[in-house]
């Protein structure tokens, strides 16, 4: 027989007795009233060392090297090793399989401890699969630890039915991370989990010469499915402060189907420089199969421009509204240039009006010598409207979803995530956004709106066809074009030409060309082509030649119901999950059953007696056939080590936060108005020269009154409204 001498302390919950005897650094084991009699264990039987180990603590001191120890900065940890000569030994049974007890000594040379701290010592705490998977769970959604600890405690009754404390649940925590080898190698063992489930998941990783990540790209199945429809336009910008390296997030976002910001993929980066942007360029158009965007709108940065020019030399760049209107009120600080400049980039006008709008406006405001308005003028290709009209843009023309994207992924992710963490909670920011879609969805194809046009069968064609949100927008335009007014045709071969204008307002016309061959019908206002939606010039002469169905060439694929069918049973398993992730929802649906059951059984003393039984036996036959003692996490094999983990940057998003308190300067108060330092707006003496026109009647001053007394779009708070509203021109 094998003899082993073992002094370790019991575990309470897998014995339902407290004996806890011995010593160590992890605590002196005691026994107090009601507590196991040194008889009764004699006649324990372990099924293996290990099971033992759990009974029993170990003896001895301290070593000494741990006391004399020089340089330390932190304070000594209590001496809890006394010496103590309470021991066990068991041996091994060769019949039985099992372990007994052959000897054990009940002396102590220390007072014991009160049965109602037992609980604490470190022999007791120990937490269960369950317990690290329901922690797990938790986490992923954002949920700190000492809530998580709150809510055990609730549903276990309270503390002190807890088998573990705050800090057990922290060190499980960084447990797991030091499983991992590396931040990077952890993230790439997810992907490479992930494209079990995903096989269309893309990533690619770059590293500089001493194995250190820099940049980092993925996408995943259901992205680039989205991409194919809605990739024709995408806005991209860089976030800061979301990861504890402190790299730059770009974020790649379109519009979908119901004019919801959609996420086509992101990508961390060390440095925002003209080669970093290439290479993120190069990877999206590698994993979309070499699809190039029409447009992309992006807020001017100049290595952005000019990787775009680059990667996507025919796709045309936009410069965002607000960034432009911001700058203009940072460089030129006259509120009626902003005004004026608003005016001339907003204003669906002609090319001929606006130059003629441009210069009075220099003149007017004395700003033609200005740098910045010379180099703005330059690029007016980028951002003028009556420049880049015809040109498709989904309605987009700043950023602006950009940063409300990024407002939303700070809801998921915080500064002090890795990269593991950084993706995994980015993942869900998706995930959350991809179910708004879906509900949107079930609306659109749930039920028929109520019919409230004079043209009711118009009307009917747009609901059948368009989604909920973008068929408000065609009947928005719909209802007002009974303000339109067909005044002349002009048959020419093949086509026809109708003449219209607006109610009263002869002074401007358009011409809507009508196709008969192919049905086809083309607006001199461009309308259709920037927006994707029929202008009111077009609707107006359906309504004229009695067409009871929208034409298919005025219906957009993409603002339709049937923009994504076909994709629904190829996304259906495209998503990113990993092994523990999988344990972690099956542990969850496997404890829904048991809340079921605990319900039934937990009013009954008698039903929860046998149950209980029934339970802990079936545990403790699973265990001992499938030995499934170890925990499930992230693992730690794979790759090696292979890359490091980047290098903490410092970028032009940081801002003021790695400043030092004492290091800041004291910040001054600034005129929003005139941008002079020392009052505010509403004491500024120049307030009443720089009143700010609010009607269209006061833009003449730069142009004739015929121009100037032209609609135009609404061009206040583009920041906020960044979709396509139908105007009556």
Known sequence: MQETSLDIGMDEAAFGIKYLDGDGDLGNNVRGSGLTRPEEVMEMLFNSPDEAARFYEQEGFRQKKWLELEGRKREHKVVTRCGCMAEMHIKQNDQMGKWYVSRFVDDHNHELLPPKLVEYLPPHRKMSDVDVAHMDSLRQVGISVPKIYESLAAQAGGFDHIPFTKRDMYNEVRRQRGMRKGDVNATIRYFEAGAKADEKLFWRCQVSADQHMCDLFWCDGRSQDGYKIFGDVFAFDATYGRNKYNLPVIIFSGVNHHNQTCVFRAAMVSCETQATYVWVLQKLLECMEGKAPKAVIT??????????????????????????????????????????????????????????????????????????????????????????????????????????????????????????????????????????????????????????TQFPELEKSGAMKYTREIFSRFRESLQRCVRITVVESQPCEGSTIYVTQKYMRPGRKWNVMHVLALDKYTCSCQRMESFGLPCVHILSV????????????????????????????????????????????RMGTFLQHCKRLARLICNNDDLFKLYTEQIVQEATNLESMNDSGNSVGVGGGGNNGRVLDPIGVRTKGTGRGNVQVGARGVKRRKCSTCGVVGHRRTRCPNRANMSVPNSQDEVPQMVSQSAARAEFPPVKNIGVQDCYRPSAT
């Open 299 to 452: 807020d001017g940065d100049r290595s952005m421009r000019m990787a775009i020019n680059e990667v996507f030399p025919e796709a045309h760049h936009r410069l965002c509204a607000w960034h432009l209107l911001k700058n203009a009120t940072t460089n030129v600080c006259l509120p009626r240039f902003t005004t004026l400049f608003r005016y001339c980039m907003l204003a669906d006008i002609e090319i001929e009006e606006f130059e003629q709008h441009w210069e009075a406006m220099l003149d007017e405001c004395g700003v033609r010598d200005v740098e910045w308005v010379q180099d703005t003028y330059r690029n007016k290709l980028y951002w003028a409207t009556a420049y880049i009209r015809g040109r498709f843009f989904a309605g987009i023309r700043t950023t602006s979803r950009c940063e409300s994207l990024h407002a939303k992924l700070g809801r998921f992710v915080e500064r002090r995530y890795g990269i593991l963490d950084f993706v995994t909670n980015f993942q869900r920011c998706v995930e959350f956004l991809r179910d708004n879609e879906d509900e949107m969805d079930f609306r659109s194809s749930y039920g028929t709106p109520v019919l409230q």
């Open 542 to 585: 359906l309504v004229r030649l009695d067409v009871g169905s929208l034409p298919d060439t005025l219906v957009l694929e993409r603002w339709t119901k049937s923009a994504k069918f076909g994709l629904y049973d190829d996304i259906a398993g495209d998503k990113m999950v990993d092994i523990a992730a999988l344990y972690r929802m």
